[in-house]
Structure formats: C-alpha cells, structure tokens
C-alpha cells in the first residue's frame, strides 16, 4: 500500500495494523483492507469478517466454496478471526455465517481424514479442539445465523454459539451424522449436543446420525429459532441486541460458569484424544469407509 494511502486512512485504522497488514498481504485496495464507509472490516482467505449494522457487532462469513468444509485453513483462520475481535474491545457480539450458497458448513474437510500421514492427523485434529474450545469459551456473544446445510463439524461449530437461527429451507438438514460415515463422534461432540438438546434426544440423534430439517430441528432444540431465510440477519441482530443488553461481566462469568467444566473434559485429555483420533482414523476399516463415502458425495452429481 502506498504511503499516500495510508495517510489517508482514518487514525483508528492506523491504531489496528493487523487490518491493514492483512489487506496488503492480500493484495487488496484500501476500501477491502479495512476501511468501507467508515467501519472496519477485515478477512483472511476463507473468514471475512465485517461490522454488522448495530454497534459493537460482527458479522463473521465462512468462505470455503463450494461447501464450508473445514479444512485446517479454515479453522486456523476461524481462530485467529475470533482471537482479533475478542482483543478488539469495540466488539461484543459475532453473529457466525456462510458466504456460499446453501451451505453453512459441510463438516470437517474430508479430505483431511483421507490418505493423509499421522503427523498431519494430529496437527489437523489440535486445530479441531483449537476452534471448539476457543469458540465454545469465547467472551463474546456468538449467533449462529445458520444459512444452509449444517452436517457434522458443521453443526458442532453452530453448537459452540450461545444461540442458533435457523433459515427455513427444508434442505437445510442439520445434525451429527458420524455414524453414518462409518465414524465415531469424539467425547467433546456428544457433550455439545447433550448439553443442547438433553440425554435422550442425544440418544436418538448421535447414534441414528440423524440430520434434521428446521421444524425437527427446532423441536428438538437443535436451534433456538427456524425463520424465513430473508428474515434470518434481522432476527440474529434482534437476538444479539437482547443478550447485549445483559452487563458483560455477569454474562460472561455466566456463561464460563455452565460451560468450563465441559471445556476442561477436553483440556485434561488434548493429547490423548490427538492420540485417539489418529490411531481411529488410520485404522484401514475407516479409512475405507471414508473413501467410500467421499466417492458416493462425488458421484451423487453424476
Ligand atoms: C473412538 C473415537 C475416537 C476419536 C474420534 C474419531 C473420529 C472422529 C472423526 C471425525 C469426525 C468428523 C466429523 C465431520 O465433520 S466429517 C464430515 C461429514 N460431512 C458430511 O457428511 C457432509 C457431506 N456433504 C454433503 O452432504 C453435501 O456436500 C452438502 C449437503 C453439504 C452440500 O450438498 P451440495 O449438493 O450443495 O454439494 P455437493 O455436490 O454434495 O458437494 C460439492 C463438492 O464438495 C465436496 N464435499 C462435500 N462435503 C465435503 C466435506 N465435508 N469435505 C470435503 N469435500 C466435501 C463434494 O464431494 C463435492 O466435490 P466435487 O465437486 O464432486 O469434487
């Protein structure tokens, strides 16, 4: 970015530089490096990240075409994402969504569990519980505004979220359906939906792999809210303006206090699920099962 440029950004985009030096590692202009109309705005390859209308509010976009899946760059970027806005006090809210179509994510990036060396395994798997537990504790009030297809670690992502809104678009099927690629929900999964939708609908739903569309979604309070797809922004901000009129501080004690006990299941145990995972996932039986299930998603179009 030229000098002149630069001079010409308003002082508090200088007091950020980590917006500025993203947009010119990007290559971008200055409007798109964190400066539109006066409101900072910032990305990375696969998260933008831009103030929504009401104060102190962000909206965060996953951009992973063709489907959001979450590949070790996205959470990688998902995570440095939150990390900036929870350092930026101007914010006390995220409202969590997908820039591609009919998709809000598709899960982990199969691709990652397929054919890959332990080593990547265990660096991949850190990343998951890297964006579960730094989500699922975030300070900030998050909203999922939920905009598509939400399968496995899709849905355990919008399950980090204080509160879920789903557009009502009946191919919009949410759920962790593991068991049907052959696979096993880790321990920190089956907590997150337990502590959603109870034991019993836990139950049904893990073991079946069930992937529900809005009206069972709601039922089983999957998510908080099932509204008509061009109303979904309006109510997360109307969501997010409730829980922001609630002090910080009480809120977030709070919200530490229901949620740190399942966090510290995983803390005292990282290396061992790390250890879990890979051992699982190199196993030839699962491997297999993934493969299979990959080609089926790419023949489907055919
Ligand atoms: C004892 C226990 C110890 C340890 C724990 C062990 C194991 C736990 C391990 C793993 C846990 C994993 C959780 C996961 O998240 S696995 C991912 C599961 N995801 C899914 O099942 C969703 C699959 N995708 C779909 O159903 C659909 O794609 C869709 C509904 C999201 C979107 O449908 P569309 O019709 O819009 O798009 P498609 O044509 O199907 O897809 C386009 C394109 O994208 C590819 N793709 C889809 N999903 C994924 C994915 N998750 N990863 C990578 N790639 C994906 C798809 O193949 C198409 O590719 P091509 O264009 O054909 O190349």
Not at 48 to 65: C, D, H, T, W
Not at 180 to 194: E, T, Y
Request: a positive charge; hydrophobic letters at 45%.
């Amino acid at each position: 970015m030229a000098l002149t440029a630069v001079l010409r950004l308003p002082a508090r985009a200088l007091l950020r530089p980590w917006a500025l030096l993203r947009g010119v590692a990007l290559g971008r202009t200055e409007a798109a490096a964190g400066i539109r109309n006066g409101a900072r705005r910032f990305g990375s390859q696969h998260v933008l990240v831009e103030p929504a209308a009401a104060a102190g509010v962000a909206v965060m976009k996953l951009r992973n075409p063709p489907v959001n899946s979450l590949s070790l760059e996205l959470l990688t970027e998902l995570v440095i994402s939150l990390e900036k806005l929870e350092n930026d006090k101007v914010f006390r809210g995220v409202i969590l969504t997908s820039d591609c179509p009919s998709v809000f994510s598709s899960g982990l990036d199969l691709r990652e569990l397929c054919g890959r060396n332990p080593a990547r395994y265990a660096e991949f798997w850190k990343a998951v519980q890297e964006m579960w537990l730094r989500f699922y504790l975030s300070n900030l009030v998050l909203v999922a505004a939920i905009n598509g297809a939400c399968p496995a670690g899709g849905c355990l992502l919008s399950l980090t979220c204080d509160y879920r809104v789903l557009a009502d678009n009946p191919k919009y099927l949410m759920g962790l359906n593991e068991t049907l690629l052959g696979i096993v929900a880790p321990f920190w999964f089956k907590d997150s939906i337990m502590n959603t939708i109870g034991h019993r609908a836990t139950e049904q739903a893990l073991q079946l792999g069930s992937l529900l569309p809005p009206a069972e979604a709601l039922q089983v309070g999957m998510v908080d809210q099932v509204v008509p797809e061009d109303q979904l922004l309006s109510t997360a901000l109307s969501v997010m303006a409730k829980w922001l009129a609630v002090p910080d501080h009480a809120r977030q004690l709070t919200k530490s206090m229901i949620r740190q006990a399942t966090a510290d299941r995983l803390l005292k145990q990282r290396d061992a699920d790390i250890q879990n995972f890979v051992s699982f996932i190199s196993k030839d039986a699962i491997q297999k099962s993934l493969q299979t299930y990959l080609e089926k998603l790419k023949q489907k179009k055919g």
